[in-house]
């Protein structure tokens, strides 16, 4: 089945550093693939997505490159701000279960000012 | 454009009761999906509704259902609640058959006490 594994969390980084969240995954077919943020008290947002492989997926700073080869899709931003705190989430959606997401299990990212 | 409401935000019963959530979807929105989050389990995925038909289910008990209107609203009830039902219910809907972009709606946070 569909599996997405994050790297465990919590991260705390000072504010301008540079973030990377590691993401990978196990699916069948061609997964389209997501990043989620979720703020505090608050539903998922979008972060940015990427529907083959080899597309890079960019907002707000945020960037992520479909890598099939290495079956990862890892979140990167080269200056992070304290707006930025939040939980993130790693998805894909595959093949015939496209209307369904599978998800990592969050990494809780803190940014000190 | 409205976003996905849900309500109640808040909900607290107890053991054994039964409860009944309900989710809007985006206007012209007709998939409407459903989530559990859990500290534990992080988010899971219960059901996926199109046109008033379940087309795919998660791996939960048959004391979670849920249903799709004619207008798209989408409501989900959980029967003889148990300890472990205590989570963040998150609706999400999607424009297009396949799911390449969910909007997720801020949560129901339920409390079994």
């Known amino acids: 089945g569909n599996s997405v594994t994050q790297m465990e969390g919590p991260v705390t980084l000072s504010e301008e550093a540079f973030l990377t969240i590691n993401c990978t995954y196990t699916?069948?077919?061609?997964?389209?693939l997501f990043w989620y943020v979720q703020y505090p008290g608050e539903g998922l947002q979008l972060l940015l997505k990427?529907?083959?492989?080899?597309d890079k997926g960019s907002n707000k700073g945020f960037e992520a490159t479909y890598r099939k080869e290495t079956t990862s899709f890892h979140l990167e931003k080269g200056s992070v701000q304290v707006s930025d705190s939040a939980v993130y989430f790693c998805?894909?959606?595959?093949?015939?279960?496209?209307?369904?997401?599978?998800f990592g299990k969050g990494t809780l990212l803190t940014v000190n000012p | 454009k409205a976003g996905v409401t849900q309500t109640p935000r808040y909900l607290i019963k107890t053991r054994g009761q039964q409860v009944t959530l309900s989710c809007s979807p985006i206007?012209?929105?007709?998939?409407v999906s459903w989530y559990q989050q859990t500290p534990g389990q992080g988010l899971q995925f219960l059901f996926e509704?199109?046109?008033?038909?379940?087309?795919n289910k998660g791996n939960f008990p048959g004391r979670f259902s849920g249903r799709q209107f004619s207008n798209s609203r989408s409501e989900m009830n959980v029967s003889t609640l148990e300890l472990g039902d205590s989570a963040l219910y998150l609706c999400?809907?999607?424009?297009?058959?396949?799911?390449?972009?969910?909007?997720f709606g801020p949560g129901t946070r339920l409390t079994v006490l």
């Open positions: 999400a809907s999607s424009l297009v058959l396949e799911v390449h972009e969910q909007f």
């Open positions: 699916a069948t077919g061609y997964p389209s």
């Open positions: 990427a529907t083959k492989a080899d």
């Open positions: 998805a894909l959606a595959s093949g015939g279960s496209n209307y369904k997401l599978t």
């Open positions: 206007s012209g929105h007709r998939s």
């Open positions: 509704y199109f046109s008033e038909t379940q087309r």
